[in-house]
């Protein structure tokens, strides 16, 4: 018998291609082995062998599937976090919109502000120019206490 005749024989039984290779590795194939000695060399990996290779195929199964799990969950994090980039973003670029509003109408109150000033003190110094002293004391009080 060949050696792919042998593993075919095994895989018709239910074996692994791989399973069925690792345990003919010892055969000769050259002498021509027949189906008892592929047999006895294919019983003696289905023992304990073949059992604790089933077992660490089960622990390398279960840890991808706890991998996956971890990754799937990563992965929804990082939508997660990717909607929430995007939001604070939106609200930063209205924030910033705002804030240039802001800004302009304080310029713009800052203005109005400096035009009463002048209109105060081009009214005051005309005030200033009657002749009761009494009355100029309490006028250059109150508008020193205007300019702030």
Known sequence: MKKAEAIQLLVTEGWTKADASRALVDIDFSLNPDELIIRRASSSFAGQELYKRQRLQAA???????????????????????????????????????????????KALKTYIDQIRLRLSLDMKQLLKFEDSEIRRELAKWFSKTQG
């Open 60 to 106: 390398q199964k279960g840890m991808v599937t706890k991998r996956t799990k971890e990754v799937t969950l990563t992965q929804e994090v990082n939508r997660q976090l990717k909607t929430k980039s995007l939001r604070l973003t939106s609200k930063n670029q209205e924030l910033t919109e705002v804030n240039s509003e802001l800004q302009k109408d304080n």
